[in-house]
Nanobody, 122 residues
Framework: VQLVESGGRLVQAGGSLRLSCAVS????????VGWFRQAPGKEREFLGA????????HFADSVKGRFTISMDNAQNTVYLQMNGLKPENTAIYYC????????????????WGQGTQVTVSS
């Protein structure tokens, strides 16, 4: 399984950005994709996740109401829509595949993308 993130760039505070995660090589219908971010000197942080089969989503409290996740099953692509971005949201954003569902713990994810840089200027 391979995951490739794209869409990261420099954006002003208050702006919006949509990240994409293209997934290839899947041979199962279950599981889900999660989005995480890691800022310099900080631990990787769970943002939200979506299941492939029923498109069920859940989010961390820190982004609830500002971030949404959607998917295009035909394209095997998952999107992270981010609104109301803040300078403290500057980080590398990753997507990852969880065979078992759409967990919050990074240890549950078996495959990871290389990440895409999001920089929010004040």
């Amino acid at each position: 399984v391979q995951l490739v993130e794209s869409g990261g760039r420099l954006v002003q505070a208050g702006g919006s950005l949509r990240l994409s995660c293209a997934v290839s090589g899947r041979t199962f219908s279950a599981g889900g994709v999660g989005w995480f971010r890691q800022a310099p000197g900080k631990e990787r942080e769970f943002l939200g996740a979506i299941t492939w089969s029923h498109r069920l989503t859940h989010f961390a409290d820190s982004v609830k109401g500002r971030f949404t996740i959607s998917m295009d099953n035909a394209q095997n692509t998952v999107y992270l829509q981010m609104n109301g971005l803040k300078p403290e949201n500057t980080a590398i954003y990753y997507c990852a595949e969880d065979y078992g569902g759409a967990a919050e713990e990074s240890q549950a994810y078996s495959y990871w993308g290389q990440g895409t840089q999001v920089t929010v200027s004040s």
